[in-house]
């Protein structure tokens, strides 16, 4: 079992920068994708950025231009660089990992999740 391990959260003003990082306890073997999603009381968790294993990167539209997601391989982990940040911002963010697992019998797609940490822009 893979455990993602979430830091970075708080609450900041309106205008100010938070840095996210996720860290995953062990290397996998095939990782499709890592990213970032967000969910707030009421609503359905969404995507706020992603990297794929080939380094491409998607952006939910409310973030692009303020927010930055970046890896670092050799440590299994992603950051997540939030700038301007927006009181609408404010949320639970939780660090996703899917990975390709592959057995004898078949092959799939696996997503992992981390417990999330809570961000908060208000002044």
């Known amino acids: 079992q893979v455990q993602l391990v979430e830091s970075g959260g708080g609450l900041v003003q309106p205008g100010g920068s938070l840095r996210l990082s996720c860290a995953a306890s062990r290397s996998i073997g095939s990782i499709n994708s890592m990213g970032w999603y967000r969910q707030v009381p009421g609503k359905e968790r969404g995507l706020v950025a992603r990297?794929?294993?080939?380094?491409?990167?998607n952006y939910a539209d409310s973030v692009k231009g303020r927010f930055t997601i970046s890896r670092d391989s050799d440590k299994n982990t992603i950051y997540l660089q939030m700038n301007r940040l927006k009181p609408e911002d404010t949320a639970v963010y939780y660090c996703n990992l899917n990975s390709r697992i592959s057995t004898p019998a078949r092959s799939y797609d696996m997503d992992y999740w981390g417990k999330g940490t809570l961000v908060t822009v208000s002044s």
């Open positions: 990297i794929t294993s080939a380094g491409w990167t």
